[in-house]
């Protein structure tokens, strides 16, 4: 942790603390609202962690709770193949709902449908970890 303090001005350091647990507040909320992103809050999380502070990084990634939830992409796994669906389920849901109840602008629905498929074709792409069978 000693070369991440030097690298680092003190005040992006700090800037990072508290975008990493921000992002873990905002993803903890996603566990419960569909509209937030799990999964990608956790990791951008792991991110800011990884900048400002390996002990709150391994906090992250050894959490009782959080941590199986990345983990596996961290270690190059991938996602399990359950959170796949269901990530890509509550997108389309989430999306469709927005863009045909919500939106009236043509142009709008198409971009988010197209930010749907995006999301998509992203966690398609990703390895899939068959050896977790993690909900």
């Known amino acids: ?44 999380a792991l991110a800011c962690f990884a900048r400002s502070s390996e002990n709150f990084y391994n906090w992250l990634i050894d959490h009782a709770h959080l941590g199986p939830i990345v983990r596996p992409y961290v270690e190059g796994r991938g996602i399990p193949r359950t959170i796949k669906i269901k990530v890509i389920v509550l997108v389309w849901v989430s999306i469709s709902a927005s863009a045909f109840l919500l939106l009236e602008l043509f142009w709008l629905r198409i971009l988010l449908l197209m930010i749907a498929a995006g999301i998509t074709l992203y966690l398609l792409r990703l390895p899939t970890d068959c050896g977790d069978t993690q909900n």
């Open 1 to 44: 942790m000693s070369t991440i303090r030097k690298t680092i001005p003190h005040a992006l350091r700090w800037a990072l603390l508290i975008s990493g647990f921000a992002a873990v507040g905002l993803a903890v909320l996603g566990i419960f609202l569909p509209v937030l992103p799990t999964v990608p809050l956790l990791l951008l």
